[in-house]
């Protein structure tokens, strides 16, 4: 079984560009999440989707953060403009319930902000 | 206080002995507990849940819950060079439909050959 899949793994850009990142939920995971992880610190969670549905997105700083899971699938994590401080990992997990006991993490996006 | 504490370590033990992680936590009506490991570049990985008071053995790994101290820890026993890691502890609420993971810090763990 294929696990979750994230692109691109690394991405370099200057401050004030956009961003965005994929994620691919493990087939069948109905719920999915956004996690960012800063050097040194525990993950912390940005968004969760029960299928399209965005139930808690009450950690993502809304003036430039954006997700979107348009089919209940794949999902994509915006930043515009990207700011020095948003360099970090970002990680995707998906769980095959609406319990958030049972995450698979995707391989992260490293992202730095120039 | 933050919701989930760990001692950031580094924590080092010699090969073959047993290495402790704790994990405290501040929300009192958390129903489930993870251990999730997690190699340097890589993502995390889930080791150990529990969801009782008391200990919980799967191989060389035991988790020990006690909700009354809010108190949660994991033993590494016969430490090997590849448990070298950063164990993550995570909590979850569970309640009133609020599933979500709250992560601590983290417990960096070096085995000594």
């Known amino acids: 079984e294929a696990g979750v899949v994230q692109s691109p793994r690394y991405k370099i850009i200057e401050k004030k560009q956009p961003v965005a990142f994929w994620c691919n939920p493990i087939s069948g995971h109905n719920t999915l999440y956004w996690y960012l992880q800063n050097l040194g610190q525990g993950p912390e969670l940005l968004i969760r989707?029960?299928?399209?549905?965005?139930?808690?997105d009450s950690q993502l700083p809304k003036d430039r953060f954006s997700a979107e899971r348009l089919k209940g699938v794949d999902s994509t994590l915006k930043i515009q403009p990207a700011e020095l401080g948003d360099s970090a990992v970002y990680l995707c997990?998906?769980?095959?319930?609406?319990?958030?006991?049972?995450?698979?993490f995707g391989p992260g996006t490293r992202l730095t902000v120039l | 206080q933050k919701e989930v504490e760990q001692n950031s370590g580094p924590l080092s033990v010699p090969e073959g002995a047993i290495a402790s992680l704790n994990c405290t936590y501040s929300?009192?009506?958390?129903?489930?507990f993870f251990w999730y490991r997690q190699y340097s570049g890589k993502s995390p990985e889930l080791i150990m849940s529990i969801y009782s008071n008391g200990d919980k053995e799967d191989g060389r790994f035991t988790a020990q819950l006690n909700k009354a101290s809010q108190y949660v820890s994991l033993l590494i026993r016969d430490s090997q060079p590849s448990d070298s890691a950063t164990y993550l502890c995570?909590?979850?609420?569970?309640?009133?439909?609020?599933?979500?993971?709250?992560f601590g810090t983290g417990t960096r763990l070096t085995i000594i050959p």
């Open positions: 989707y029960e299928n399209e549905e965005a139930v808690d």
């Open positions: 929300d009192r009506v958390s129903q489930s």
């Open positions: 995570a909590v979850n609420p569970a309640n009133f439909g609020n599933e979500k993971l709250t």
């Open positions: 997990a998906s769980s095959p319930s609406r319990s958030a006991d049972t995450q698979y």
